[in-house]
């Protein structure tokens, strides 16, 4: 069977083309893993699993080597003194340090503090630490083992770092084996929010963290969620550390399910920051699910170029109207050279009959960049809202979730989790070094795929969100220079200009609001869509030279 499945796809036309791209665009081992799983017909969560076996490895030697240089530079000594508290339910000190180096060792003042039967701790028995005199305060929850080398690399990282709390990856030990790697995102309190994925283990400054502690003391019992979360909300910065710090000992991965208190913990954090969010349990044990609530301050116009195609615009602003429910925003309909006579009728009739909705010509070549620089120029609204026009709207709600991210102070850009007709991801965020330069992450995932680490379920921060469907402040674009329209005309420009709003020290966050774009699917399994580059491309050449620094 798989012998008929590998030589029907090397009999398809479109196959030569397909593995010619990515012969020049991507690295070989993502070739085998997509070659393997369309010849097995395995389902895509394998894809995970073949990853692992292919990449992980090399991520351990790279590591091993890392290790040994570290270890050179600390022959003359131990660097500092590291209070280590220990959170579990039984004292496993010799097993959690067991593959430390000696010197590794020397800088250790271990502590345990047992856990109630829920998994909880007494932050009675914590505060009694707030007087240790130590360099760092390495907190550790669990069942687990701290890797060879694990100390050497926080404090050297430390050490070159401005940040006062530091979290890195870690894996899992079955029979032996490192299994199921976990590798983590950058610290993102919009992430944390729905569930805890630093994980178990966390090294503060110690000052800091008695503060925090002095704070928590008139809680009894907390849960590990709960305490992270108090202690780094207003903790800035937080650096992660992309070393597999700690092996933990459950066979596989999962949360802890979360305990009664932690809706409210998370609720009063919510209300410290001026936030208001609907919170809710998911079938994901140890995962929120959240739905932010939208002040409806700000004024939004919904911004869609067009040319022609009737029956994509037709679709695209019924189900505006039948899904929108917030009540400040109108609607600009760009045309760009439009000769249908049906769009000309529709979009005269439209603007005709709805006060909230505007026709702007704006004639020339497809510029995509152009025609959104001169509707947002032409707007008076608070936000803009960049919509493609084959997009189409499927639940209400979706604007004021959108809304309420941007309402935050530190969100410049806010984009939406948009779907193929096939209910499956088109886009959930970009992230740089895909293919050479930019892409979507999670592309082909089902709808429901909670995806890696449950990063699908969430909101949170990316370099990058798609401008098929993205929301920023006006007064942002417009300060910022509006979208390239020389480098990048048609794409790249919504990356280039998110890349920019981070410049500024705001985020682009992925929403929860979702839409089906109606882009076409012929790309093959982990191929970048259409608007992120062709390796010849010049658009792609100005993006990497532009952004070289970040693509390393």
């Known amino acids: 069977m798989a012998l008929i499945r590998l030589l029907v796809l090397l009999l398809k036309p479109s196959s030569y083309k397909t593995l010619w791209h990515a012969l020049r665009t991507e690295p070989w081992r993502l070739i085998l893993i997509n070659l393997v799983l369309r010849v097995s017909g395995k389902e895509r969560s394998s894809r995970i699993e073949i990853a692992e076996k292919l990449y992980y490895p090399k991520l351990l030697r790279q590591e091993r080597r890392q290790r040994n240089k570290r270890l050179k530079s600390w022959m003359g000594g131990a660097r500092c003194k590291i209070t280590l508290l220990h959170l579990s339910n039984q004292d496993t000190r010799d097993e959690l340090l067991s593959l430390l180096h000696p010197l590794e060792l020397q800088c250790l003042d271990y502590q345990w503090i047992g856990l109630q039967q829920d998994g909880s701790f007494s932050m009675r028995d914590l505060s009694r630490f707030k007087h240790a005199e130590t360099d760092w305060l390495l907190i550790v929850y669990g069942q687990v083992v701290l890797s060879k080398g694990a100390v050497m690399c926080l404090l050297d990282t430390m050490s070159a770092s401005s940040a006062n709390a530091m979290y890195g990856n870690h894996d899992h030990l079955v029979d032996g084996k490192r299994r199921y790697p976990q590798l983590k995102p950058p610290w993102d309190i919009y992430h944390y929010r729905h569930q805890n994925y630093i994980g178990k283990l966390l090294l503060v400054d110690p000052q800091i963290a008695f503060q925090q502690i002095k704070a928590m003391e008139h809680l009894d019992t907390i849960s590990l969620y709960s305490f992270w979360l108090c202690m780094l909300q207003d903790l800035s910065p937080v650096a992660h550390l992309q070393d597999v710090l700690y092996h933990d000992l459950h066979p596989v991965?999962?949360?802890?399910?979360?305990?009664?208190?932690?809706?409210?913990?998370?609720?009063?954090?919510?209300?410290?920051?001026?936030?208001?969010?609907?919170?809710?349990?998911?079938?994901?044990?140890?995962?929120?699910?959240?739905?932010?609530?939208?002040?409806?301050?700000?004024?939004?116009?919904?911004?869609?170029?067009?040319?022609?195609?009737?029956?994509?615009?037709?679709?695209?602003?019924?189900?505006?109207?039948?899904?929108?429910?917030?009540?400040?925003?109108?609607?600009?309909?760009?045309d760009n050279d439009s000769t249908d006579p049906l769009v000309i009728s529709y979009v005269r009739e439209l603007c005709g009959q709805r006060e909230n909705f505007r026709y702007l010509k704006v004639p020339g070549e497809f510029n995509y960049s152009r025609i959104n620089n001169v509707a947002v120029m032409s707007s008076d609204a608070d936000a803009v809202l960049l919509l493609n026009n084959d997009t189409e709207i499927i639940e209400s709600g979706w604007l004021d979730q959108m809304v309420a991210l941007l309402e935050c102070e530190d969100i410049g850009a806010v984009g939406a989790k948009l779907l193929y007709p096939d209910r499956t991801i088109q886009h959930a965020?970009?992230?740089?070094?895909?293919?050479?330069?930019?892409?979507?992450?999670?592309?082909?995932?089902?709808?429901?795929?909670?995806?890696?680490?449950?990063?699908?379920?969430?909101?949170?921060?990316?370099?990058?969100?798609?401008?098929?469907?993205?929301?920023?402040?006006?007064?942002?674009?417009?300060?910022?220079?509006?979208?390239?329209?020389?480098?990048?005309?048609?794409?790249?420009n919504d990356v280039d200009y998110c890349l920019r709003v981070g410049g500024k020290g705001l985020k682009s966050c992925l929403s929860q609001a979702k839409a089906i774009h109606h882009e076409s699917k012929s790309r093959g399994v982990g191929k970048i869509p259409d608007q992120h580059f062709s390796i010849n491309s010049f658009r792609e050449r100005a993006f990497i030279g532009l952004y070289r620094q970040l693509l390393r």
């Open 253 to 334: 991965p999962a949360l802890d399910a979360h305990r009664g208190d932690d809706r409210g913990h998370l609720l009063e954090h919510l209300r410290h920051h001026k936030l208001s969010a609907t919170v809710y349990d998911t079938n994901v044990p140890g995962l929120f699910g959240m739905r932010y609530e939208s002040k409806r301050s700000l004024t939004v116009e919904i911004i869609i170029p067009y040319r022609d195609a009737p029956e994509l615009l037709e679709t695209c602003v019924s189900t505006l109207l039948s899904y929108t429910e917030y009540p400040h925003f109108r609607v600009c309909l760009c």
């Open 429 to 492: 965020g970009v992230i740089l070094g895909i293919g050479n330069g930019a892409g979507h992450v999670f592309l082909g995932y089902p709808e429901d795929d909670p995806g890696y680490m449950n990063r699908l379920l969430c909101h949170q921060q990316y370099p990058a969100v798609t401008g098929a469907c993205l929301l920023t402040l006006r007064e942002l674009f417009i300060s910022l220079g509006g979208l390239d329209e020389q480098r990048f005309p048609i794409d790249f």
